[in-house]
């Protein structure tokens, strides 16, 4: 793996020194990323009788990088983000978490308690629970949390679970019913849900389709305070959610099951390939 630059992160801890204050944990706890990428995928192949879905992709994540993935439909997102959580096995190819983490040969249990968390694009909450009561759950399910569901929650897990509703935008919500949410508040919802068991490297496929206006900006504001507490990749066809989140970094183009391009919004808005294969002119 390439030695991937990055001011916030202890090469010889391989840990970020930085401290999120409400989280107040490091971002790569116990996860040795000491060449600075999260997750390294090289020469990744999927075939399905025949087809390559994935065909020889090869990309990494920085420590606290907020990735974007673009594409045409059937470029291989979904495929490789079941490849990185253990739904898929590739034909070829490997996938690395950290130094060490071998996601090929991990189940998906296994990989979610490594500290890698999904979201897909239809959102799966508890509808019948309060906000509060999911997002209560959430916190219980994680690995070294070992309470009776909905036992008394010490004040260190009622301020995590109020520090989440916060930045997730339902603070005054936690009382309603999870299914009487709109359906962008049920995307923030299910992030909280994820934020709380506190994932190392956050999947999210199409955050914001099916959102108003007004909910896609405030999920644009959401993620970019994520931005360096957590490594996040994001799967969108919203380009102009796309160019909000992206900033500068880097923003990947699939195509065929392989990078077709690579670079800032800017840069590959300008790239001839991807003007023809995806965006048009």
């Not at 000491?34 to 075939?47: M, N, Q």
């Not at 603070?171 to 995307?187: P, Y």
């Given at each position: 793996?390439?030695?991937?630059?990055?001011?916030?992160?202890?090469?010889?801890?391989?840990?970020?020194?930085?401290?999120?204050?409400?989280?107040?944990?490091?971002?790569?706890?116990?996860l040795d990323t000491t060449h600075g990428a999260i997750l390294y995928l090289e020469d990744i192949t999927v075939s399905f009788d025949g087809f390559k879905a994935l065909n020889k992709l090869t990309l990494d994540i920085s420590v606290g990088e907020l990735r974007c993935i673009i594409g045409p439909n059937g470029a291989g997102k979904t495929t490789m983000m079941d490849v990185i959580t253990g739904k898929t096995r590739p034909t070829f190819g490997s996938a690395f978490f950290g130094q060490t983490i071998d996601l090929t040969r991990l189940t998906e249990y296994e990989i979610a308690h490594a500290g890698i968390g999904r979201k897909f694009q239809r959102p799966t909450v508890f509808e019948q629970h309060t906000v509060f009561e999911n997002l209560e759950l959430a916190m219980?399910?994680?690995?070294?949390?070992?309470?009776?569901?909905?036992?008394?929650?010490?004040?260190?897990?009622?301020?995590?679970?109020?520090?989440?509703?916060?930045?997730?935008?339902?603070?005054?919500?936690?009382?309603?019913?999870?299914?009487?949410?709109?359906?962008?508040?049920?995307?923030?919802?299910?992030?909280?849900?994820?934020?709380m068991q506190e994932p190392l490297l956050l999947l999210l496929d199409e955050p914001v389709a099916g959102m108003s206006d007004a909910e896609t900006a405030r999920t644009a504001e959401l993620l970019n305070e994520l931005r360096g507490r957590h490594s996040i990749m994001v799967v969108e066809h919203d380009m102009a959610f796309v160019s909000e989140i992206a900033r500068d970094g880097k923003v990947t183009v699939l195509h065929e099951g392989s990078v077709l391009a690579q670079g800032t919004m800017q840069q590959v808005q300008a790239d001839e390939r991807v003007i023809e294969v995806y965006l048009g002119r």
């Amino acid at each position: 793996m390439k030695k991937v630059d990055d001011p916030g992160l202890d090469f010889e801890t391989g840990s970020r020194t930085q401290r999120d204050p409400s989280y107040g944990r490091l971002k790569t706890e116990g996860l040795d990323t000491t060449h600075g990428a999260i997750l390294y995928l090289e020469d990744i192949t999927v075939s399905f009788d025949g087809f390559k879905a994935l065909n020889k992709l090869t990309l990494d994540i920085s420590v606290g990088e907020l990735r974007c993935i673009i594409g045409p439909n059937g470029a291989g997102k979904t495929t490789m983000m079941d490849v990185i959580t253990g739904k898929t096995r590739p034909t070829f190819g490997s996938a690395f978490f950290g130094q060490t983490i071998d996601l090929t040969r991990l189940t998906e249990y296994e990989i979610a308690h490594a500290g890698i968390g999904r979201k897909f694009q239809r959102p799966t909450v508890f509808e019948q629970h309060t906000v509060f009561e999911n997002l209560e759950l959430a916190m219980q399910m994680k690995k070294d949390v070992r309470t009776t569901l909905f036992a008394r929650l010490t004040s260190e897990q009622v301020g995590r679970i109020e520090d989440i509703l916060k930045l997730i935008r339902l603070n005054g919500e936690e009382r309603r019913l999870a299914g009487l949410l709109s359906h962008g508040q049920k995307q923030w919802l299910e992030i909280g849900m994820l934020l709380m068991q506190e994932p190392l490297l956050l999947l999210l496929d199409e955050p914001v389709a099916g959102m108003s206006d007004a909910e896609t900006a405030r999920t644009a504001e959401l993620l970019n305070e994520l931005r360096g507490r957590h490594s996040i990749m994001v799967v969108e066809h919203d380009m102009a959610f796309v160019s909000e989140i992206a900033r500068d970094g880097k923003v990947t183009v699939l195509h065929e099951g392989s990078v077709l391009a690579q670079g800032t919004m800017q840069q590959v808005q300008a790239d001839e390939r991807v003007i023809e294969v995806y965006l048009g002119r």
